[in-house]
Nanobody, 115 residues
């Protein structure tokens, strides 16, 4: 059974930082590309960042220079370090794994940034 369990998000002030983690089980984590998505109220879910099995990263323009995705294959965990947070970063954040040609999603975690 595949499980992706995100850490609790939280509340931050604008300009602050938060770090999300997502622990995976039931997949071969080291070979799985991992992503973070987010969904703000009234909006569609959008891709935020991704990291390949080899550690290459990509980001949506809105978070470049502020967010960092990383992975620890020894812990089957992917992280999203979020710095210089803005109110528009408020959303439910989801991690996603690609394994055996299929997508698997975490349950989502709320991040709220106050102005």
């Amino acid at each position: 059974q595949v499980r992706l369990v995100e850490s609790v998000g939280g509340l931050a002030q604008a300009g602050g930082s938060l770090r999300l983690s997502c622990a995976a089980s039931g997949i071969i984590f080291s070979t799985s590309p991992m992503c973070w998505y987010r969904q703000a109220p009234g909006n569609q879910r959008e891709w935020v960042a991704s990291i390949t099995s080899g550690g290459s990263t990509n980001y949506v323009d809105a978070v470049k220079g502020r967010f960092t995705i990383s992975r620890d294959n020894s812990k089957n965990t992917v992280y999203l370090q979020m710095n210089s947070l803005k109110p528009e970063d408020t959303a439910v954040y989801y991690c996603k794994a690609e394994s055996w040609g299929a997508p698997f999603w975490g349950q989502g975690t709320q991040v709220t940034v106050s102005s």
